[in-house]
C-alpha cells in the first residue's frame, strides 16, 4: 500500500490502483498527525494479532478496518523530495527519521549484512509469512523486480492461499 499526503489530504493507494483511503482511518489519522506535510510512503496494512504477528484473516474479514496499522518500509518521497533515485540504506534512514515516534505507523528496522538464510529461519519458527529481501544499494522500483527476492515459509496459510489459486 502507498501512503500519499499533501497538507491535510491523505490518500492510501493499493498495488492494484484501489483508493482504500475510507477503509483504514487509523492509517489515515496517524499520517495527519506526522510533522511533514508532503510524503509518500511504500508498506502493508496490516492487522496484529495478540501475539504480535500480523493476521492476514483478520484484514480481509473487513472487521477490524479501524485497527489497521500501516508497516512503512520504504519513504519514496519527503517535503516534497522525490527519494526514489536514492540507495534504499538512504530511504530507510529518511525513514526511521520520519516515523521516529509516531503512532500507527510501524517501521522495521533495516538489517544489513548477509543474515538472509538465519532471518528466514527465525520468521519461519516465529510463523511468519516471510521475508522480503532488496539489496541496499538500488533506487526504488516499483512492482516486481531483480533487484528485491520475496521468500514465503511454506508452512503459512498465506502460502497455501497461493497455491490453491494456480490450481
Known amino acids: 500500500m502507498r501512503l500519499e499526503r499533501n497538507g491535510n489530504d491523505v490518500r492510501l493507494i493499493t498495488k492494484n490502483g484501489h483508493n482504500w483511503t475510507d477503509r483504514f482511518p487509523w492509517i ?3 499520517a495527519l498527525k506526522n ?6 510512503m511504500d508498506g502493508e496494512a496490516v492487522v496484529l494479532g495478540v501475539d504480535g504477528a500480523s493476521d492476514f484473516n483478520a ?11 500501516l508497516y512503512a ?20 534512514t529518511n525513514l526511521a527519521r520520519l516515523l521516529r515516534g509516531r503512532p500507527g505507523h510501524l ?10 538464510p538465519d532471518l528466514f529461519r527465525a520468521a519461519c519458527r516465529m510463523g511468519l509469512e516471510g521475508i522480503v529481501s532488496k539489496r541496499r544499494d538500488r533506487r526504488y522500483i516499483a512492482g516486481r523486480s531483480r533487484e528485491w527476492v520475496k521468500i514465503k515459509n511454506r508452512s503459512d496459510p498465506a502460502f497455501t492461499r497461493v497455491m490453491d489459486a494456480h490450481q
Open 73 to 92: 518500509f520504504d519513504a519514496l518521497a519527503v517535503g516534497g523530495e522525490d527519494l526514489r533515485l536514492l540507495s534504499l540504506e538512504m530511504r530507510k
Open 35 to 40: 510533522r511533514e506535510q508532503h510524503l509518500v
Open 107 to 116: 517501521h522495521r528496522p533495516f538489517e544489513s549484512g548477509e543474515i538472509g
Open 59 to 69: 484484514l480481509h474479514s473487513r472487521k477490524n478496518d479501524h485497527e489497521v496499522q
Open 28 to 30: 489515515v489519522e496517524s
